[in-house]
């Protein structure tokens, strides 16, 4: 079966310091990954998702970047954190093939101070 | 920003009753799908839609994908404590590409004994 790890679940960070959040799935091959932020426990707002190694798409301009270094790995980064970077990012995986249904990680919480 | 509408924002029931939420939109729809997430958790898949007028079954969870292809609703029949927490329509909008999905603002549930 199909797993996907977050790492850290939590994490506090002063303005101006460096991030970076890791995803990564188990149990599948070629998945298309998806980078989210939710914020106040409510919506999901899509940061990035990617499709294949080394492919991103960027749906929001913001102080975030990410990578695709691996098939199942996924990273969320940043050189600088502002302080509305704060809130629950969500990794998700979906199957490459015609299909919508999206399974998400555990999430990572971040505060920024 | 949130291309659809999601309703009630909150309910408040008693352990036994039914629970009746939805998501409406102007643009036509592809899929829906319908999440759960407990607080500190990701968004749990509970049913995913692909036809106009389909009905499907998970439990006591009912959902249904709207003919006009513009909204969707979920009910919740003899509702349960494990039955708390936010409630997510979400959509794969006909224009876009898949795995590209709108989501509702979410349904908080929660039981009374």
């Known amino acids: 079966s199909q797993t996907i790890h977050q790492w850290p679940a939590t994490l506090v960070q002063p303005v101006g310091s460096p991030l970076s959040l890791e995803c990564t799935v188990e149990?599948?091959?070629?998945?298309?990954l998806y980078w989210y932020r939710q914020a106040a426990g409510r919506g999901l707002q899509l940061l990035f998702y990617?499709?294949?190694?080394?492919?991103i798409s960027s749906e929001v301009p913001q102080n975030l970047s990410a990578s695709r270094p691996q098939d199942r790995q996924f990273i969320l980064s940043s050189k600088k954190l502002l302080l509305s970077d704060s809130g629950f990012y969500l990794c998700?995986?979906?199957?490459?093939?015609?299909?919508?249904?999206?399974?998400f990680g555990p999430g990572t919480r971040l505060t920024v101070l | 920003g949130q291309q659809l509408n999601q309703s009630p924002q909150s309910m408040f029931i008693q352990e036994g009753e039914d629970v009746s939420m939805n998501c409406t939109s102007s643009?036509?729809?592809?899929?829906w799908l319908w999440y759960k997430q407990d607080p500190g958790e990701g968004p749990v898949l509970l049913i995913a839609?692909?036809?106009?007028?389909e009905l499907t079954s998970n439990g006591r969870l009912t959902a249904q994908f709207g003919i006009t292809r513009k909204d969707s609703f979920l009910n919740i029949s003899a509702s349960i404590p494990s039955d708390v927490g936010i409630y997510f329509c979400?959509?794969?909008?006909?224009?876009?590409?898949?795995?590209?999905?709108?989501f509702g603002a979410g349904t908080q549930v929660v039981v009374t004994p």
């Open positions: 998700a995986w979906s199957a490459l093939a015609e299909t919508n249904e999206q399974f």
């Open positions: 149990g599948t091959s070629n998945p298309n």
């Open positions: 990617s499709v294949g190694i080394g492919q």
């Open positions: 643009s036509i729809f592809n899929t």
């Open positions: 839609l692909y036809k106009a007028g």
């Open positions: 979400a959509g794969q909008r006909a224009t876009d590409s898949w795995g590209k999905l709108q």
